[in-house]
């Protein structure tokens, strides 16, 4: 499964890997809203997608700024894959406040 979330004490890490497009979008919304309702932690692992189309960088981008407000953290963990950091500015969402 592309979209996957492993539950930690303080944490929730959302792993994504391959390409994750629109059909998986609806799935990934519920897992990342809930993981905010637990208000614990965020953290997505990148480092095994390949692709990533507009939809989910809407989505990641809506969850980073509904978390801000309720100052919650959402972290990027390992490294973003250049494909990946390249659909983002493309799509101008390089101003992402995650933390590293």
């Given amino acids: 499964m592309p979209v996957t979330v492993e ?3 303080i944490s929730s890490l959302v792993r994504l890997e391959g390409a994750i497009d629109i059909s998986f979008a609806a ?14 932690e965020i953290k997505l692992t990148l480092d095994g ?7 989910v960088l809407q989505l ?3 969850i980073e700024r509904e978390a801000e407000k309720t100052g919650a953290i959402v972290a990027i963990e ?3 894959p250049d ?11 390089v101003k ?3 933390q590293q």
């Fill in 83 to 93: 494909e990946i950091s390249a659909a983002m500015t493309a799509a101008g969402l």
């Fill in 96 to 98: 992402f406040k995650f």
């Fill in 49 to 55: 997608a390949t692709e990533v189309d507009i939809t």
């Fill in 27 to 40: 799935e990934m919304k519920s897992i990342l809203l809930n993981a905010l309702a637990q208000k614990k």
């Fill in 7 to 9: 539950e930690r004490d």
């Fill in 60 to 62: 990641l981008y809506a």
């Fill in 78 to 80: 390992g490294s973003v």
